[in-house]
């Protein structure tokens, strides 16, 4: 049931998939079987490891791609949902499989965090990335990219004069993303780890900036921007 032959049949049915349907078909019959092939990726007596490996590389490296089968129906938040709940279930074989599509993955969890439908998912397994790989992201360049693009939807800055914006996005989902982006930060080279951590606090400082500025005109343009942010 959760053999080479049935990863290969999910691979075959995300080939053929004519519409996001059965495409998030295909994903979620993947996502079922994550803890058993996990299992057996990381067990060296399993004689079909290797080949369990490399099919789950082969599909995770279509599912990352922006020109992969199953990248094609990402436009949809239900199948947003599932592939971001998909590669959060198989964190675990990120971290053990340094050829994975790590970045590629994670371009695809901030193009979640864009749909409300997908936010949670998004979220937590942006986080468990971030935790479980952060030693294989710990360059600057490569921090400030996924924060500026997780800001956008976790912590918009209000444009000059303007009061900041409510964020529709729960709580929790937020703090997962800054969570997952901090434990990076932490692995920076020692020089880069202050510059950086003032720059992922500085969207949600010019938020407040924004609210305190307004003053007695936050109620009417921000109020539910103002309460979000004493949360």
Known sequence: MTGTTYLSSIQDSINSAQSWQQA?????????????VKNHVTN???????????????????????QGRAA???S????????ASLIGAYAPWFDVTPAAPLEGALRLLLHALG??????????AFKALC?????????????????SVADGAIAPVPQAG????????????????????ARVATLLPVQDVLDNALNLQQPHLARTQSIITHGSTTAARGGAAAKQLLQ
């Open 72 to 74: 094609a129906y990402l």
């Open 115 to 124: 749909f409300p439908y997908s936010w949670h998912a998004a979220a937590g």
């Open 162 to 181: 303007q009061v900041a914006a409510y964020v529709p996005m729960p709580l929790e989902d937020r703090q997962a993303v800054v969570e997952g982006l």
């Open 76 to 83: 949809s938040p239900y199948t947003c949902a599932t592939a």
């Open 24 to 36: 998030e078909a295909a994903l979620y019959c993947l996502k079922a079987v994550a803890r058993p």
């Open 131 to 147: 935790m479980r790989c952060a030693s294989r992201l710990s360059s600057a360049p490569l921090l400030q990219g996924l924060a």
């Open 44 to 66: 060296t007596a399993y004689q079909h490891a290797a080949q369990t490996s490399e099919l789950l590389m082969a599909l995770f490296t279509d599912l990352c791609s922006p």
